[in-house]
């Protein structure tokens, strides 16, 4: 199992539950599907959480965006084939743009230090007590068998429990922190977590911003449409 087919998993079920949350799945049989990952994205507590961090965190957060414009121009204009393919010839041809892009990068990583801590804390809050969520929605659900997508090649989508779980997750943990105390060293496992969700998240938004450009291309010919004499 690799750590992209797990993302990709999570980020399918969390981009479709995100799109139309449906009822409660009503599992047929002693197996069920789900993904921690994508309960976590979807739990009330971490939208909550990533919320407050955006405005806590709000000079960082424009500073990154504009550090990673500069280094988006600064790489293209190492391509000077225009090709849309960085080689390393073109890379070392300018070494003075390839250590600002360098610069620009830890800047970024340093500006997104005290982000990633506050949203690694908040999430291993939830972390903590899924063991206890999961063991719930088995025992209301007698689930014998409860596997992660990737696992499986196919199954209906009664056997996915994951809405139940969020439900579950919801009543227990309703609420995160997002200030760690003095000293807190995250898991490893937390860490890893929070790289995830991330990477879900961006995909879909990803998802969500190629629809409404198509949705937009589709308008786009009747709005071309002209009104009539």
């Known amino acids: 199992m690799t750590s992209k087919t797990k993302i990709l998993a999570a980020a399918a079920l969390a981009g479709a539950a995100i799109a139309s949350t ?41 500073q990154i965006r504009t550090l990673r414009q500069e280094a988006a121009t600064l790489q293209q204009s190492l ?28 800047q970024i990583q340093q500006a997104s230090q005290p982000i990633v801590l506050a949203q690694t804390y908040a ?9 206890n969520v999961q063991q719930q929605v088995v025992q ?24 139940d779980l969020v439900t579950v997750m919801n009543q227990r943990v309703p609420s995160v922190q997002i200030t760690p105390p003095a000293n807190w060293r ?31 291309q589709g308008q786009q010919p009747a709005q071309q449409q002209p009104a009539g004499r």
């Open 140 to 163: 209301q659900k007698n689930i014998q068998l409860l596997l992660s997508p990737d696992a499986v090649q196919w199954a209906p989508e009664t056997l996915n429990v994951t809405n």
């Open 22 to 62: 449906p009822a409660a799945a009503q599992v047929t049989g002693a197996i069920a599907t789900s993904s921690p990952e994508a309960v976590i994205v979807r739990s009330q507590a971490r939208i909550a959480a990533y919320q407050q961090i955006e405005q806590q965190y709000t000079a960082q957060l424009t």
């Open 186 to 216: 995250p898991r490893q496992e937390s860490l890893q977590t929070q790289q995830t969700v991330s990477q879900i998240l961006v995909g879909v938004a990803q998802q969500q911003a190629a629809q409404q450009a198509a949705q937009q």
């Open 79 to 106: 391509d000077t084939n225009n090709d849309g393919q960085l080689t390393q010839a073109e890379a070392q041809a300018n070494p003075s743009v390839v250590q600002q892009i360098q610069q620009k990068e830890q």
């Open 123 to 131: 999430i291993e809050q939830l972390i903590n007590d899924y063991s």
